[in-house]
């Protein structure tokens, strides 16, 4: 993969950039501030990894943003800067799967994951993905759905006991495990949420393939809207 691509992650409440060059991460960093301020740190911190890097702007030939489920405020943000920067110097955008660049993270013990989010009121963003193709990375297993915590916890009980290689892995991880069973596998912390390297890899990967995204028509994955939207629909 001989690519200069940017990642660009801001799905949760602290986000993070990456550079990779030529199939490999030369810098990963978290950006300064946290949540509702991705929007004010982003920019600066790019261009000071860029800098670093003794690159421009204009070098980058992939920008891959993660685009959800996760916080609609920094989806948005992360998705408005990677589309706008895309435009601007003419190089290709790759739209990742949140969800996937998670499941990336699991260890080779893991054959498949399910990924999981608060979406609030009680439930689940779910997402199941295939793992072992090192050529295309994880692969999701049916769409990402919103399934109550209750249910998703009784759904999994069969794979506790009959699928010893499946694993639970998320920003909800820790919310759910008291109410899995023991033998079930949650993936540790520093494995639950999205890495903005394998963002970058992940952008790459799908460059390669050709699965690219239009600026002018990416929009985040929200799946659910926002709680203010659907009472002021109501």
């Known amino acids: 993969m001989n690519l200069l691509t940017l990642g660009v992650e801001t799905s949760g409440m602290t986000g993070a950039i990456a550079l990779r060059r ?12 946290a949540g509702r301020r991705h929007a004010q740190t982003l920019i600066a911190e790019v261009d ?3 800098r670093r890097a003794g690159i421009s702007s204009q070098q980058l030939e992939v920008i891959a943003v993660s685009i959800g489920p996760g916080s ?3 989806l948005r943000v992360g998705v408005v800067f990677a589309k706008t920067l895309a435009y601007a110097i003419g190089c290709r955008l790759a739209a990742v799967d949140t969800f996937r660049a998670i499941a990336a993270a699991s260890p080779a013990n893991v054959s498949e994951v399910f990924v999981v989010s608060d979406a609030q009121r009680g439930d689940l963003f779910v997402g199941r993905y295939a793992l072992g193709d090192p050529t295309n990375g994880p692969a999701r297993v049916g769409e990402i759905a919103i399934e109550s ?14 699928e010893a290689n499946i ?8 919310t759910v495990q008291s109410a899995l069973p023991p033998t079930m596998q949650v993936l540790s912390a520093e ?19 050709g699965k690219l995204s239009d600026p ?10 926002s709680a203010a939207e659907e009472k002021a629909a109501s």
């Open 48 to 50: 000071a990894m860029l």
């Open 72 to 74: 609609f405020t920094g």
């Open 191 to 209: 494995l639950q949420s999205p890495r903005a390297d394998f963002v970058a890899e992940l952008g790459e990967r799908q460059a390669l393939a």
């Open 22 to 33: 030529a199939g490999q991460t030369v810098e990963s960093v978290s950006l300064q501030q």
């Open 149 to 162: 915590s209750v249910a998703f916890c009784q759904r999994v009980q069969e794979f506790a006991t009959s």
């Open 216 to 225: 002018w028509l990416l929009e985040p994955f929200y799946l659910r809207r």
């Open 167 to 174: 694993a639970i892995s998320g920003p909800a991880a820790a």
